[in-house]
């Protein structure tokens, strides 16, 4: 009898390639004479380009040179609406745009080269802030500088301020924040127009850089091959900057008739590619004296920088996560992207709850405080139950007991009791404040409305010579353990050893395009594919008399064996299907945002120290419904990694800008948490399963991005008794809250 597979901590697939170093990333691959590539950026932020100056000293004819000009297709990046050039020709937009490449055998020689172009560049005026994005002091987009606006109506929320006991408002603000996957964005390609263009680097979604590169060189599809190399960390910045780095390097192979690598260094990487995207939410609320929340508007925006990149789509994910998991019987969310000169933000975990969520939620500790009840019981009075709906009319089919879920929570983090005992503390202590602080809220899988539908992604799975299950995706390992838990999803469903479970590399000449590696999408949309399309094979087996009702691990390999004997090959493909009762209005943004939530509630422990103003998390309790944990030491991974990084977005992690460009790009000066900064990461889950996923899995990888910041800001106020409104929140800006009683917020 096979044994469970669904819920143990089965080896990492290829744990052991990595640990023993030969797992084989971009920078290992080489090709025969292989040149290095290089992007020669804008020094500004805008500007018209007069101009291009080369050096002395450089042997300039040994350069493989290229400029928009050499472009064989369209000169835009494919995404969504191809606003975005790939190398700038005329106009510069932000800081870092490429403008130019450069290929060279010898690498130290390209250094040199790079620095000796010059550019001679009219400069105009640019703007870097939401607020004179909005206010137009320099239209630098389109009209108005917007990129795309949102707007969701649940209710009447202006019939509801005259009845209102208290009107709340706040106005609360997010930072940058770099992704710091600890491998650089890099790329290989070899591109001639007799074969074609083939790619190999890091990325999240093969698919995405295939669609840009048919654009880039206008080929047909079946011309352009993209294969990932073992990727070291994505969280969204890897979405869809490979595209770029992918088509420099194939324009530079298709110029020179050479393999071509090109490899950011962290400083190149931490200044010209996508950040999380700045954010800046006002909230008016109306309640009744008993602390029911009768409606809320909600004005949501955030900066895109110069392009329009995925800006609609994390602003959609921000707009939808805005009124969190409570029910509102009056809401209002209008929400836009706009443009600034800084260089575009992109996706990265999360893709807009993170700022929408801290907005909401440390807006309801404003209004407890208002009210005069607690934060816990105001989320008691008002979160969302089975029956009730979110704010675009979706209605909470599942049975989550949010009240349960934040008893629990406060329960594994001794809340009540520490909550007294630093009151007591405070009172006493001159050089330290502590404080404890929670938040609720919950995250949608998947694409959102019907964006699954229009991927409509396609797993397969084949039978290999040795009668092995190889499943073809081209969904990605980047650290997140999709290889493992594809496989326990496939062996469990064929009911078979793990062992005999392959996974394809993806390559876009080999496997179906099974939609991109975000989205907290692959374990509950693309590993339900995986379970159909291997239970594909099974019917196929039984079918044909090859294997019977029972069978072990050794009679389902000698019949694929013999199957593949008889008719060559074995193979089943199973294509996305939307659940039933799912509907979404794009329009009216009404509707089953996401086929399901996981929810949690994150409970921080600060200090707040008297002398350096420094903040520091003691302890804390990230509790998850998620529906089932496939694999308990990834999933608890996931969350641990997710807690850290949003740590390190709270109160360590300072993008700071000069004119469009962050200048403290490099990791000596962009301090992210280490793990000496880190508070033990108490993960706890919950179990619900849904209908639709492998075994009952929702998604989870974003989630714990979305939590830690409302809550540590939370207990930051309970530890020093002022509000803080703005990350990443870092000593400085305490030290003036704590000093000189400066209002932020
Ligand atoms: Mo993402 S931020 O959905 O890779």
């Not at 023993?20 to 020094?43: K, Q």
Request: proline content about 6%; overall charge negative.
């Amino acid at each position: 009898m096979q044994k469970q597979l669904i819920g143990q901590p089965i080896l990492r697939k290829e744990g052991l390639e990595k640990v023993t170093g030969r797992a084989r990333y971009v920078d290992d691959l080489t090709f025969p004479e292989m040149l290095h590539g290089v992007t020669v950026r804008s020094p500004i932020a805008r500007g018209r380009i007069l101009g291009i100056s080369f050096g002395d000293g450089i042997p300039w004819h040994e350069f493989t040179i290229v400029t928009a000009k050499d472009i064989p297709g369209a000169n835009c990046v494919a995404l969504i609406l191809e606003d975005q050039p790939y190398l700038a020709s005329e106009v510069i937009n932000h800081p870092e745009e490429p403008i130019l490449l450069l290929a060279h055998a010898d690498k130290y020689l390209l250094e040199e080269a790079r620095r000796a172009i010059k550019f001679d560049i009219e400069p105009l005026p640019a703007i870097f802030s939401i607020e004179d994005s909005l206010q137009k002091t320099e239209v630098i987009w389109g009209e108005d500088n917007v990129f795309k606006k949102f707007l969701i109506e649940k209710g009447n929320v202006d019939a509801v301020w005259s009845q209102a006991d208290f009107i709340v408002e706040g106005e609360y603000e997010t930072g940058a924040q770099e992704q710091l996957y600890i491998e650089t964005n890099g790329m290989i390609a070899i591109a001639n127009p007799a074969e074609g263009v083939t790619v190999w680097g890091s990325m999240q979604c093969p698919y995405y850089v295939h669609k840009a590169l048919i654009k880039l060189f206008g080929l047909e599809p079946k011309k352009i091959r993209v294969v990932q190399a073992t990727t070291g960390g994505g969280f969204g910045g890897k979405e869809e900057y490979p595209s770029i780095i992918a088509g420099h390097a194939a324009l530079l192979a298709w110029k020179s008739g050479k393999p071509v690598k090109m490899i950011y260094d962290r400083a190149e990487d931490m200044a010209a590619t996508t950040k999380r995207h700045p954010s800046r939410t006002r909230i008016r609320t109306a309640v009744t004296k008993e602390g029911k929340l009768l409606a809320a508007e909600v004005d949501f925006t955030i900066d895109g920088g110069a392009y329009a990149t995925l800006s609609s789509v994390v602003l959609s994910r921000g707009t939808i996560h805005a009124a969190g998991p409570y029910n509102w019987p009056n809401v209002r969310v209008h929400s836009r992207a706009v443009a600034t000169n800084h260089p575009p933000h992109g996706a990265f975990r999360g893709f807009g709850a993170p700022q929408s969520i801290f907005a909401m939620e440390r807006h309801l500790n404003k209004v407890a405080q208002t009210v005069g009840v607690s934060p816990e019981e105001l989320r008691r009075r008002n979160f969302l139950k089975p029956g009730e709906t979110t704010s675009t009319g979706q209605v909470i089919h599942e049975r989550i007991d949010l009240d349960a879920l934040l008893t629990r929570a406060l329960t594994l983090s001794n809340y009540h009791a520490k909550k007294q005992r630093f009151a007591e503390f405070n009172a006493e202590s001159a050089t330290e404040k502590k404080g404890i602080g929670f938040a609720t809220f919950m995250h949608g899988a998947g694409f959102t409305g019907s964006g699954e539908v229009y991927l409509a992604s396609v797993v397969g799975a084949e039978a290999t010579e040795t009668g092995k299950v190889r499943v073809l995706t081209s969904n990605t390992e980047i650290g997140q353990g999709s290889l493992t838990i594809f496989s326990q999803i496939a062996a469990n469903a064929l009911g078979i050893d793990v062992s005999q479970i392959e996974i394809a590399q993806p390559d876009t000449a080999n496997v179906p395009n099974s939609g991109p590696t975000v989205a907290s999408r692959t374990t509950m949309i693309v590993g339900k594919l995986v379970e159909s399309a291997a239970l594909g094979l099974k019917q196929t087996l039984v079918g044909s008399g090859l294997l019977g009702e029972t069978y072990s691990t050794e009679d389902f390999a000698a019949a694929c064996r013999a199957h593949l004997t008889k008719h060559g090959e074995l193979k089943s493909f199973s294509k996305y299907e939307p659940p039933p009762g799912v509907h979404w209005d794009d329009e009216k943004y009404q509707g089953e945002a996401y086929g399901t939530y996981a929810w949690a509630v994150y409970v921080a422990e600060v200090t707040v120290d008297l002398a350096t103003y420094e903040a520091r998390v003691d302890d804390f309790v990230a509790l998850q419904e998620v529906g089932k944990v496939i694999h308990p030491v990834l999933a608890a991974g996931q969350i641990e990694g997710g807690v850290a990084q949003a740590i390190g977005y709270a109160l360590y992690e300072n993008v700071v800008w000069q004119n469009g460009r962050m200048i403290n790009n490099q990791m000596t000066n962009y301090i992210m948490p280490t793990s000496a900064d880190l508070p033990p990461i108490r993960v706890y889950f919950e179990e619900l399963p849904y209908a639709f996923g492998p075994s009952g899995a929702k998604g989870i990888g974003e989630l714990p991005m979305d939590g830690p910041a409302p809550a540590i800001l939370n207990a930051i106020e309970d530890a020093i008794g002022s509000p803080v409104n703005r990350i990443p929140l870092l000593p400085e800006t305490l030290m003036k809250v704590m000093t000189a009683g400066v209002a932020n917020g």
